[in-house]
């Protein structure tokens, strides 16, 4: 059962549901791109499960981490463009922004699979749960490159809170800041003839790759 949320602003006067889109900026030069994102602040709510009360922390517009048994902290998924004939080597943290919340929360933790007319089952894992390290102890991964509509990405997933299971304490990220860096090939860039809505929407700094791929850096 799930009880009325309540809002939390990280800023004086933010308005609820208040959200930042990230930004980033490609560094052609120096192969790199530098990705930014804010948090202006969360939805806290409670919810029972036999008998047991946990909370919730729901960022706007950000999912929340999936994994059966672990605690379903804030992620967020970036798309960032890099040019057609680039290999991504890595992401780092360059900085962060982050705010120890009052009080303890004793996180839900993701539901168990389960066919389809089955309740879910939300049955913590004593691994995680019983532990007091920082969960899940990254801000960031690379899922993966893709293609979305003739431009290249990189997916980035950024975990928007870190939580101490045993301790209940949890510190939210308010902003980070990435930087990816990339290789690329020789491999002769091909002409695009526009740029999609959906590229638009979806790609943080589409602009950076747009149409005609021009600045190579290979020259």
């Known amino acids: 059962m799930t009880k009325k ?32 994102y804010e948090i202006k602040g969360f939805w806290e709510g409670k919810f ?3 008998d047991i ?15 059966t048994g ?4 804030p992620q967020e998924g970036l798309y960032v463009a890099i040019p057609m004939n680039a290999n991504v080597k890595g992401v780092e943290v360059r900085s962060k922004e982050e705010r120890n919340l009052k009080g303890k929360y004793h996180l839900l933790p993701a539901p168990v ?7 879910d089952q939300y049955l913590p894992d004593p691994k995680i749960y019983e532990s007091d390290e920082n969960f899940p102890g990254r801000y960031v991964d ?3 490159e893709e293609i979305i509509d003739e431009t ?5 997933m950024v975990f928007l809170c870190q939580y101490k299971p045993m301790s209940r304490n949890v510190k939210m990220l308010e902003s980070i ?7 690329e090939t020789k491999e002769k860039l091909r002409k695009r003839e526009r740029i999609t809505e959906e590229v638009k929407d979806l790609v943080l700094n589409w602009e950076n790759v747009g149409p005609t791929d021009e600045g190579d850096s290979n020259e």
């Open 53 to 67: 009360e946990y909370d919730t922390i729901d960022v706007p517009d950000a999912g929340q981490m999936t994994e």
């Open 142 to 144: 690379i899922v993966g």
């Open 70 to 73: 672990a605690p379903m902290i």
């Open 113 to 119: 699979a389960t066919v389809e007319g089955e309740e």
């Open 48 to 50: 029972t499960y036999n």
């Open 177 to 183: 800041e990435l930087v990816v860096s990339y290789t």
């Open 5 to 36: 949320k309540k809002w939390i602003g990280l800023e004086k006067g933010v308005r609820k549901g208040a959200m930042t889109p990230g930004k980033a900026s490609m560094d052609k030069r120096k192969r790199n791109i530098l990705v930014s």
């Open 152 to 156: 290249k990405v990189v997916h980035l």
